[in-house]
């Protein structure tokens, strides 16, 4: 199957810092990335849908400035988390469809990102 | 009413058993349907697709009921390694856009 490659895996960074996670489909275009928070114990909440050469899609009480998102071509976005609090601590998990409809999704690895 | 619901769990399930669960979803016009299986602290992966006439992959068989709107998941000779979270995921009818269920834990005992 597909592949969608997602790094860094795991980050440990201090209050106010920048994260940035990069997202990667290795063996399709995929001109629409979603990226997915989880907390212990919930299920996956969207974030936001990024489409490549235009701006992300953010789902409601996402904060755009916060969590700043580029598709800058067919096999890579990526998310940053400005200023990051604790409460931004999570698992980051983004994911991939390719251009047939219907089809199913491919996720990242993940990024279990601690604000410390 | 949430767009996907599933039953939380967890389920005991003793190795060797039988163990099925549903999903319901709201909008009727969904197009696509998954089951996909999360490990703690892993990222989702597709179990299987769900189509209208009902699929089945050695011990997993999942089935989808347009009518009642929900698609099941049914897992025989439940072994150890079975123990995961299980995700109904919904492909709604307008955008790419998919949209998951809470997840259904599951737990396999010897």
């Known amino acids: 199957g597909a592949v969608v490659s997602q790094h860094p895996s795991r980050v440990i960074c201090k209050s106010g810092t920048s994260v940035k996670i990069e997202c990667r489909s290795l063996?399709?275009?995929?001109?629409?990335m979603f990226w997915y928070r989880q907390f212990p114990k919930q299920s996956l909440m969207l974030m936001a849908t990024s489409n490549e050469g235009s701006k992300a899609t953010y789902e409601q009480g996402v904060e755009k400035d916060k969590f700043l998102i580029n598709h800058a071509s067919l096999t890579l976005s990526t998310l940053t988390v400005t200023s990051a609090h604790p409460e931004d601590s999570s698992f980051y998990i983004c994911s991939a469809r390719g251009t047939t409809l219907n089809t199913e999704a491919f996720f990242g690895q993940g990024t279990r990102l601690t604000v410390v | 009413r949430k767009e996907v619901e599933q039953d939380p769990g967890p389920f005991n399930v003793p190795e060797g058993a039988t163990v099925a669960f549903n999903c319901t979803y709201s909008?009727?016009?969904?197009?696509?349907f998954f089951w996909y299986r999360q490990d703690c602290r892993k990222e989702p992966k597709l179990l299987m697709s769900v189509y209208s006439s009902g699929n089945e992959d050695g011990r997993f068989t999942a089935q989808l009921n347009r009518a009642s709107q929900y698609i099941s998941l049914l897992i025989r000779d439940s072994k150890l390694s079975d123990s995961a979270t299980y995700l109904c995921v919904v492909n709604p009818p307008a955008g790419n856009k998919l949209t998951f269920g809470g997840g259904t834990r599951v737990l396999v005992k010897p």
């Open positions: 909008n009727s016009a969904s197009q696509s």
């Open positions: 063996d399709f275009q995929a001109t629409t």
